[in-house]
């Protein structure tokens, strides 16, 4: 979900409206400077972290020759749209529809307060009890699985991801509201699980961003990680954004992607890398008033070559992340070892040597691409796939996928495990903020799938899997009777 700008003034006066959120405010700054991107025919590219001879796409000028996708929009007028979905699925929404929607919820008695199935008007304590913050479990954090992947839910559709020995952070958004000011604006009714900035946070390789709403391209949020990691932490973002990093003095680390494009993105001091792919999602772009449809968006597939085949020495892991990051790192649990609580490692039995994949669909909602995406990327062995913000079904349906959709991602792009995101951190659509859990685990049962092949974490709870099974039995979301 996103704010819709309907006026601008220089003072920038504020107006909330109905459950959409919509804000008269003051336009972002480098909204209304035209986006650099370039429709290219390149399919693979590298990024090597701290290399000077790294090579990612041009954002100026294009290809002679390069025939244009059907995403992209030819002969665009300076304020007009440069992207587009291409599939039938996807209808515009305009004003009018803004305000149907409006009426609709006055009539119904629906107001812009978050709320819980049975409970219109919930307390501070309802919303613990329905959205328990469970503590990040940091000595996991510290001793990754060499052949898993692991991920921790912050919140909405941040995930902190560790897999093929990098670190990577989905969407980061860790203010109070998704907003372009702190006074106003969807609030947050469960605190971040994490910010990034705590003594015991691994090192971050780099940033995976969706697209450009506010509730998953957070300005304080980028400026926090750019001060923290300058240089060293790579942005990967959809064509046109770059032109936003710089505005904020993000520069020289932000590769702009488009889809089907893909990167290898490789630590130059420890030498491992991934490949990351952007992939097609059905949404849309803006940040202000006159830059709808200006910038990409889309989803990420994140694969490792494959898993190790040899058990690394204890200690190894730890070694190499002191290099890489400059300070002590806690040692790692070696290949074919996990944590358990006390610290110590227990013995597993050793996984084929196969490459592992991680799928974080971004904001979407449902359309055909999604089987494509499994056919050329999968399996998958996890997914962060939204089940939320999809109330009134009319007006959501093309833009934000419901609980049964997003089930139907997970089956479409062969996930072994996925969990849920876009859902009970901010009330920004008319559904009760306790409903998407409910949703879906009744279309889990009702498909005859395993419990633990779709799942909502708690916030801050982790999620380890490993050879397509989830590893652990993480704590989820208390479903509403």
Known sequence: MRFISFAHNNKGSRQLFGGLSCIILGVDKASLTAPSYKSENIISMSYSQGKADASFPSSEGNVVGASVPAHHIKNTSIFGPRFQNPWDTHEERSLIHVWKWHREKRKSG??????????????????CRAFPLNPVDWKALAAPLADGVQAVWIGHATVLVQMGGLNFITDPVFSQRCAPVQFAGPKRVVAPALTCTEPQMPRLDFVLLSHNHYDH????????????????????????????FASEGVVGNVVEMDWWQSVKHTNANSGKS???TMVPAQHW?????????RTLWGGYVVATSQQPSAAAKPGQEAEADKAANGK?????????????ADGKTAARAPVAATPMRF????????CPVFKEIGARLGPID???????????????????????????IALDVRAAVSIGIHTATWSLTDEPLDEPP????????????????????????????????????????????
């Open 438 to 481: 409910a949703r879906l685990q009744a279309a889990v049962q009702e498909r005859g799938l395993p419990e633990s092949s779709f799942v909502t974490l708690q916030h801050g709870e982790m999620a380890v899997v490993r050879g397509g099974k989830l590893e652990n039995q993480p704590k989820t979301l208390p479903v509403p009777v």
């Open 274 to 276: 991934v490949t990351i």
């Open 110 to 127: 629906i107001t812009m307060e978050p709320r819980l199935v049975g409970k219109p008007h919930p307390t501070e304590e309802d919303f």
């Open 328 to 340: 002590e790192a806690q040692p790692a649990a070696a290949a074919g070892t996990a944590a358990t």
């Open 382 to 408: 996890l997914a962060a796939i939204p089940i939320g913000a999809y109330e009134p079904r009319w007006f959501m349906k093309p833009q934000h996928t419901n609980p049964e959709e997003g089930l139907q």
């Open 285 to 293: 772009s803006a940040r202000g008033i006159l830059d709808r449809f």
């Open 359 to 366: 799928y974080f669909a971004g904001d979407t909602g449902y």
């Open 217 to 244: 391209l957070d300005t304080h949020s980028v400026r926090t990680l750019h001060r923290q990691y300058g240089k060293a932490l790579t942005w990967y973002v959809p064509l046109g954004l770059r032109t936003w």
